[in-house]
């Protein structure tokens, strides 16, 4: 036996005593990924498309393919979500909840489509949404990849633009995703494209209007969960085919 060897029984047991009463940390040790959910709330989103992109996101989480992504074996997947708006018009909807199983998804779908819109006449500061967001990520669980999903349906109007915020170190291990809502703004597709994706294997979902969110969302929800990327942002993940800037991803969906 070892010098340390008549420990190990108490080591063990230690550890199970921990992992007994502090599951909450044994998850953030086995956390695949961080996924925190910006939803735009400006002025160009009227009361009814607020609801469908609400309404579509809570039903998204309950589609099949997105629970059986989230419940994959491989480490634990961890949410949030967050609305945005103008400088400083932000309201997390939803703080940092881990999905474990099929009542921890269904709470989390339906704490979001209990939201109440707290923003409706500001511009659109995308920036500043994704400070935030890269805030929210460092006070969150430690995982192995670290996701922004970002929905919008105009380009930034307000404050800094996106790419200025990829300088913060903060962003050097954060993919940022995109999902374009087009019908507003004819520059909102090229606007993701070129300043808001970043980071490895980061990609575009066009939705045609808010009528199609919940399926973009969809879509893009068992995308990025399931995603596996290695290296950096010019080498595509394994399923991708690139197209567009810098090996990434732009897929559209429904008829525009």
């Known amino acids: 036996m070892g010098e340390h060897g008549q420990y190990g029984p108490l080591v063990r047991l230690w550890f199970l005593c921990l992992v007994l009463l502090c599951p909450g940390w044994a998850?953030?040790?086995?956390?695949?990924?961080?996924?925190?959910l910006a939803l735009?709330?400006?002025?160009?989103?009227?009361?009814?498309?607020?609801?469908?992109?609400?309404?579509g996101l809570g039903r998204a989480l309950l589609d099949p393919q997105v629970q059986a992504a989230i419940l994959?074996?491989?480490?634990?997947?961890?949410?949030?979500?967050?609305?945005?708006?103008?400088?400083?018009?932000?309201?997390?909807?939803?703080?940092?909840?881990?999905?474990?199983?099929?009542?921890?998804i269904q709470a989390a779908s339906a704490r979001?489509?209990?939201a109440d819109r707290r923003f409706r006449s500001y511009p659109t500061a995308m920036g500043f949404a994704l400070d935030f967001g890269a805030q929210m990520l460092a006070r969150g669980p430690q995982c192995d990849r670290q996701v922004i999903d970002v929905s919008a349906d105009g380009?930034?109007?307000d404050g800094h633009p996106?790419?200025?915020?990829?300088?913060?170190?903060?962003?050097?291990?954060?993919?940022?995703?995109?999902?374009?809502?087009?019908?507003?703004?004819?520059?909102?597709?090229?606007?993701?494209?070129?300043?808001?994706?970043?980071g490895p294997g980061a990609f575009l979902i066009k939705s045609d209007g808010f009528t199609g969110f919940e399926e973009a969302m969809t879509r893009k929800l068992v995308r990025e969960i399931r995603q596996r990327v290695v290296g950096h942002k010019d080498t595509p993940a394994k399923d991708m085919i690139?197209?567009?800037?810098?090996?990434?991803?732009?897929?559209?969906?429904g008829n525009g």
């Not at 998850?27 to 925190?36: G, S």
Request: aromatic residues 8%; proline residues 4%.
């Open 40 to 55: 735009d709330t400006s002025s160009s989103v009227d009361d009814e498309e607020y609801a469908m992109q609400r309404d």
């Open 112 to 114: 979001l489509r209990q």
């Open 162 to 198: 996106p790419f200025q915020s990829y300088l913060n170190k903060a962003f050097d291990r954060i993919t940022v995703n995109g999902l374009a809502v087009l019908g507003e703004d004819p520059l909102i597709a090229d606007h993701f494209e070129f300043e808001v994706l970043h």
């Open 242 to 253: 690139p197209s567009g800037a810098d090996g990434l991803e732009i897929e559209q969906l």
């Open 27 to 36: 998850a953030a040790q086995d956390c695949r990924l961080a996924l925190l």
């Open 155 to 157: 380009v930034t109007n």
């Open 72 to 104: 994959e074996r491989g480490g634990a997947v961890s949410l949030a979500a967050f609305e945005w708006s103008g400088r400083r018009q932000v309201s997390v909807i939803l703080d940092w909840t881990t999905l474990d199983g099929p009542a921890d």
